[in-house]
């Protein structure tokens, strides 16, 4: 429990377990629809015929509609609960998906896509107010297995993807409709959202909440702008400057993924033995140290063992920032969810963009030595920003 949590309603432990299969299965299901969508694409770039420019504007719609709407997201969450929200919202979400291979026209496939990242985006909120709600009902942490689960449903949406002879419309509509039993299911296992005894707001405490949900936000976009880097260029930096052979070039991705799946399986246990705050700088460190080896000895085998690294220190940042955002006192969880998860999606899309630029001008291996930089910042500044949290 996090200090000050003594008023926390306690739960009977069959219900906390039942509550924690169900956020288990939450995650799972967003990170197979998600998954889902990115097996989509090719099949929707040669549907209409588009280059790769017009391509990205579809992309870049999905993340468009989860950043025009994750504040507003936030408020009704926080109005409605996470339950009803989970339920709502993971409706819209695999109907969506489900779409995504019938749209006729390209127009009507952008305004769909905006829909579905604003669903994605209101189901992510959701679902970690729930997460938080269950970390706070137990004894030991279970944030970093939740996001684990989300891993393991990409994983599980992009195998069911390569299955011989199932189209792009089959693979939605399997994918959909486990995602719609799921948020159908949500209601009877959730936990109710006034169990946050701190998310009442208290007088004078608006402003110090911003505050505190502004730090968080900064740090999260901070680490997000690295994951996101890692993701998108690990492949090109092992290609253009470990000079990889060509079948070599995907473990890059692989190895990187591998560590974030590891680091999420293993977090709660290393954070219940060294606490939340030496997790978060010993995940920092990790994460710089991974990238800095694959930027001083850019080689094979020295750049995979650094993308593990980085993947292993790099998985536990997010799970322990917003469960430090669910606890700011004087806002509820979802709207301080709801604005840390939009400086890390912010983050996540500029940070492969920042790494490019830097790149055109001082060359990737710098690129890469200023992202180890930022994990450090992170990995100081981190414990600091949830220490009052955690």
Not at 61 to 78: C, D, E, N, P
Not at 242 to 247: D, K, V
Not at 249 to 265: C, E, K, N, P
Not at 330 to 342: H, K, L, W, Y
């Amino acid at each position: 429990m996090h200090p000050g949590s003594s008023s926390v309603p306690a739960f009977h432990p069959h219900r906390i377990r039942n509550a924690t299969r169900a956020t288990m299965a939450q995650f799972f299901v967003n990170g197979a629809t998600f998954a889902t969508w990115g097996i989509l694409i090719p099949s929707v770039k040669d549907r209409f015929a588009l280059s790769d420019a017009v391509l990205s504007l579809a992309m870049l719609a999905v993340a468009g509609g989860a950043l025009l709407t994750m504040g507003q997201s936030g408020k009704w969450i926080a109005r409605v609960g996470s339950a009803r929200a989970l339920r709502q919202a993971g409706i819209l979400y695999a109907a969506t998906l489900l779409l995504i291979p019938l749209a006729p026209q390209f127009w009507m496939l952008v305004a769909l896509l905006l829909v579905f990242g604003s669903a994605m985006a209101a189901f992510d909120v959701a679902m970690s107010v729930q997460a938080a709600l269950v970390e706070n009902g137990r004894s030991r942490p279970i944030m970093s297995t939740l996001h684990a689960m989300f891993s393991i449903g990409g994983i599980a949406g992009s195998a069911l993807g390569a299955l011989p002879g199932l189209s792009p419309l089959a693979h939605a509509a399997l994918v959909a409709v486990v995602t719609l039993s799921v948020a159908l299911s949500i209601g009877p296992f959730a936990l109710p959202d006034d169990a946050h005894d701190e998310t009442a707001s208290t007088p004078g405490a608006d402003k110090s909440a911003r505050r505190m949900v502004l730090v968080l936000g900064v740090i999260s976009f901070l680490a997000l702008m690295c994951e996101g880097g890692m993701y998108d260029w690990a492949a090109v930096y092992m290609r253009d400057i470990a000079q990889s052979p060509a079948a070599w070039v995907s473990y890059s991705y692989a190895a990187f993924s591998t560590g974030m799946a590891a680091g999420r399986l293993t977090g709660d246990r290393i954070r219940a033995r060294i606490g939340g705050l030496r997790t978060l700088l010993w995940s920092g460190v990790a994460g710089a140290a991974g990238i800095a080896l694959a930027a001083a000895l850019p080689t094979p085998l020295a750049t995979m063992a650094g993308l593990l690294l980085a993947g292993l220190g790099i998985a536990n940042l997010m799970p322990i920032f917003f469960l430090a955002a669910a606890r700011v006192p004087g806002m509820p969880a979802a709207e301080s969810i709801a604005a840390v998860a939009r400086f890390a999606y912010v983050g996540m899309l500029l940070g492969p963009v920042c790494i490019g630029g830097v790149a055109e001008h001082l060359g990737l291996r710098v690129s890469f030595v200023g992202v180890a930089l930022v994990m450090m910042v992170v990995a100081l500044f981190g414990p600091r920003a949830v220490k009052r949290f955690i």
